[in-house]
């Protein structure tokens, strides 16, 4: 009752209704750049999630410390990586469907809300799983002389230097999600 | 000035007047439990700080692999842990004067969404934290035969039990952020 008010008001005023598509346009384009943003984000996680994924070393030699082949497998942290990124991927290509709706019905407040509540919970998981990598690739770089851990990095060069790599997907995904995230409360802010 | 119309209006009819009040009530309902939330929010970065920087454990033998003593910081991992737990709850102190004038002045929009921005960064490097030392806890509990990282538990058990038990609090205040941050959204859409 209230909105068609508004709307009958905009209607008899000509500045209101300029102002009102100057509003309408800036929210379609804030919504096809959530769009561009969660390609790539998708992108992002895929790359990582496939760096990750086909990762190996063999070695052409054996130690006492250190076995042929090295994949990433072998740290249970690298496969939940592999996993978060698997899982945002999965997500991010069903949330262009909605994205896609918001730059038709650029009005849509809801479907908004429900996206941010996932886009959080999501950003969440890829978070937990990139530090998470991190924290052992650190330790596969540096090792820990008082747990008396081994640098493996030592062996396994190539092997850490991918994995190091498949990182930066990751990381990328999460400032774009920190960005759509905000892009989503400016929309429902600018309503 | 369409605000200022659809007050008149409200002024003018009794029943959207009402409507109003209530909208106002629930506003301000969600503004105290945002505050309510940040207090526990901040207790639990504080304590998680505390139990992990406070960790101590000296062994009564000394043997090839293990020192006499560990403390945090023998792991960079956990000195992040507690360095990002005391930036959170830094924060979340600051932003409780921002969150009190919320409830004063319930209709405020920017400053919501300012808090939306600090609150997903600040997220992130919670849960940055957190996932970090999980990774290193759960080596530390169970080892990695592949890398011949031994599992340190076995001699510094009331030191893990420790560790592990601080991440609770760290876990409980990424969760009331993700409820925090959706709780800014709702309001900025009930505006």
């Known amino acids: 009752m209230k ?61 006492r410390f250190v076995r042929f082949k090295a994949v990433y497998k072998d740290l249970p942290t690298f496969t939940f990586f592999v996993i978060a990124n698997s899982i945002a991927f999965g997500y991010l290509l069903l949330s262009l469907t909605i994205s896609f709706l918001h730059i038709v019905k650029y009005k849509a407040i809801n479907s908004r809300i429900v996206l941010i509540v996932f886009d959080l919970v999501i950003m969440g998981v890829l978070m937990g799983g990139a530090s998470a990598a991190t924290a052992i690739v650190s330790l596969a770089h540096d090792g820990n002389t008082i747990a008396n851990w081994f640098p493996i990095c030592r062996q396994f060069n190539s092997f850490c230097q991918r994995v190091s790599g498949s990182l930066i997907g990751s990381y990328l995904a999460i400032v774009l999600f920190i960005i759509l995230i905000i892009l989503s409360s400016l929309v429902i802010s600018r309503r």
């Open 3 to 63: 909105a068609a008010q508004v709307v009958d008001q905009e209607v008899q005023t000509g500045k209101v209704s300029i102002e009102s598509t100057t509003r309408r346009s800036v929210s379609r384009g804030l919504s096809i750049l959530d769009f561009i943003l969660r390609v790539l984000a998708a992108l992002g996680t895929l790359a990582s999630a496939i760096a990750m994924g086909t990762t190996k070393q063999t070695l052409p030699f054996v130690t």
